[in-house]
């Protein structure tokens, strides 16, 4: 079964104290994962893409990694702000059409 | 920026009653979906919805379930006997045609069931 894992649960930071989310993933076949942000009250907010092992992609403070088995967000100098919920997901290749969430990381980071 | 809009904000609704869930997605998405998360839990997949038709439904989405686009920019979700279970957040998503599109997700309608 597909599953998607993130840790830690929850996060507390330091302004300026930068620190990685993990997110471990069990899929048949990859089509892609995806990173997303979720303030309280909100839909998730879609941050990046990534499709295959190697691949970065960067925002702002936020840069995002894959491996075969797993994604990290890199979080770097932290500001308040980025403070939220950061959902993984996947899209799985075999044909079907539903992307799986793990449960979030709740990301917060103290001025 | 183009987006997703779904109404009402929050609905309030008595136990056996119908609700129907209303959400405008990206014009020029073809892919639609539905995802609830009850408070403090996973966003969880309900349904996929292609070319007027079901491609794909998770084992919540059950025959109290319906959905349908009854016009070129609606998309709704009807529940039609509520149950206590079904107080959560449901988000409207939709996405492009390519394969590995992300879903761009809605500010979600937040339904509590009495």
């Known amino acids: 079964e597909d599953q998607v894992t993130q840790s830690p649960e929850a996060l507390r930071l330091q302004e300026g104290e930068s620190s990685s989310l993990n997110c471990s993933y069990t899929?048949?076949?990859?089509?892609?994962l995806f990173w997303y942000r979720q303030d309280p009250g909100k839909g998730p907010e879609f941050l990046f893409t990534l499709y295959s092992a190697g691949e970065e992609k960067e925002k702002e403070r936020l840069k995002a990694t894959l491996t075969k088995k797993e994604s990290f967000l890199h979080i770097t100098a932290p500001k308040p702000e980025d403070s939220a919920t950061y959902l993984c997901?996947?899209?799985?290749?075999?044909?079907?059409?539903?992307?799986?969430f793990g449960t979030g990381t709740r990301l917060k980071v103290l001025a | 920026e183009p987006e997703v809009t779904q109404t009402p904000s929050h609905q309030v609704t008595q136990m056996g009653q119908e609700v129907i869930l209303r959400c405008v997605p990206i014009s020029n998405h073809l892919y639609f979906y539905w995802y609830r998360q009850i408070l403090g839990q996973k966003v969880e997949f309900l349904v996929s919805?292609?070319?007027?038709?079901?491609?794909?439904k998770s084992e919540i989405f059950d025959d109290q379930f319906s959905v349908e686009r009854p016009d070129g920019s609606n998309f709704t979700l009807k529940i039609r006997s509520t149950k206590l279970e079904d107080s959560a957040m449901y988000f409207c998503?939709?996405?492009?045609?390519?394969?590995?599109?992300?879903?761009?997700f809605g500010n979600g309608t937040r339904l509590t069931v009495t």
């Open positions: 998503a939709s996405r492009g045609q390519g394969d590995r599109s992300p879903l761009h």
């Open positions: 919805f292609y070319n007027n038709e079901i491609s794909e």
């Open positions: 899929v048949s076949g990859l089509r892609g």
């Open positions: 997901a996947v899209q799985a290749r075999t044909g079907t059409y539903k992307y799986i």
